[in-house]
């Protein structure tokens, strides 16, 4: 028992680390799997000891119980590790994609995601409370309307999908032409060379001190942009929604803000051996007290 518990302290400690460190490599690392086998042989050779020995029906279930509930949340943890797949998908309003084919699960039936609405709602003092993705769902002939939001997650034909973050989408016109949808880092060329790109939105601007009070809600919203000239040089200017503005010789006229979804999707082939391990684990660690109440 020290030693399975010395090792599941390394393991905690370098999970901690890795996690801060090396996001996403850590848990795949021949360290990380190293320090797993151990613990899956130790914590079988103690299980297996424990039922040679003689002990009183209580204390010697409560102890199958425990150890065969560790192994199995082990087991559901290898499984994911090895088997789980992740990716992640950006959504504007109106657009579509497949969570299947972003997963790349092999013969899977497409599952089509679409954005209706991506909305933030706030407390009374503009602070967010909630970041909601409301989402048309479609697989086969059955369609339907969900919800995402934080710590809500939905989960389809064995995806899990959740609201990791957000963005913003401009929509502008140059010189009255055709409306264009840009989101951060896009450039849209002005001719001789010259390009526009949106570069932030500003939703609570103080005009006062010239700066972003860092609040999300858009009481005084203001958009930055780089117009990039042919020579290099690099000019800044800040624009209010529905206002024009000259760039480069050009009018340019930022319509609208909208905002898009990034949505994490995820699969857990190792979630049913894991919650059966944990009920087990829970059920071992309450029949250990009872037959101590009862000794």
Request: proline share 5%; hydrophobic share 50%; with cysteine.
């Amino acid at each position: 028992m020290p030693a399975g518990l010395a090792l599941l302290g390394m393991i905690a400690a370098m999970a901690a680390l890795g996690s801060f460190f090396w996001p996403g490599v850590f848990f795949r690392s021949p360290l990380f799997w190293l320090l797993f086998i151990l613990l899956f042989v130790q914590t079988t050779f103690c299980g297996l000891s424990n039922l040679r020995r003689r002990r009183r029906l209580p204390r010697a279930a409560a102890l199958f119980l425990i150890h065969a509930g560790v192994l199995l949340v082990l087991i559901g943890a290898a499984v994911n590790a090895t088997f789980g797949l992740t990716a992640t998908l950006t959504l504007g309003p109106g657009e579509e994609q497949d969570a299947a084919a972003a997963l790349g699960l092999p013969g899977a039936e497409p599952l089509w995601l679409r954005l209706e609405s991506f909305e933030i709602t706030f407390y009374e003092d503009g602070s967010p409370s909630q970041y909601l993705a409301r989402l048309s769902t479609r697989a086969g002939e059955e369609s339907a309307a969900a919800t995402v939001s934080v710590n809500h997650p939905l989960s389809l034909g064995g995806i899990k999908i959740y609201q990791q973050s957000f963005g913003y989408l401009f929509g502008l016109r140059v010189d009255g032409g055709e409306a264009i949808a840009l989101r951060s880092g896009e450039r849209i060329a002005l001719g001789a060379g010259a390009a526009l790109e949106p570069y932030r939105y500003i939703p609570a601007f103080d005009e006062r001190a010239g700066l972003d009070t860092g609040r999300l809600r858009p009481d005084n919203p203001r958009i930055v942009y780089l117009v990039r000239e042919a020579g290099g040089e690099v000019n800044t200017g800040l624009a209010a929604p529905g206002e024009e503005t000259q760039a480069a010789g050009k009018t340019v006229l930022f319509e609208s803000v909208e905002m898009y979804t990034v949505l994490r999707l995820k699969t857990d082939p190792g979630l049913i051996p894991a919650a059966v391990g944990v009920v087990m684990l829970m059920a071992g660690v309450c029949a250990g007290f009872a037959a101590r109440s009862l000794r």
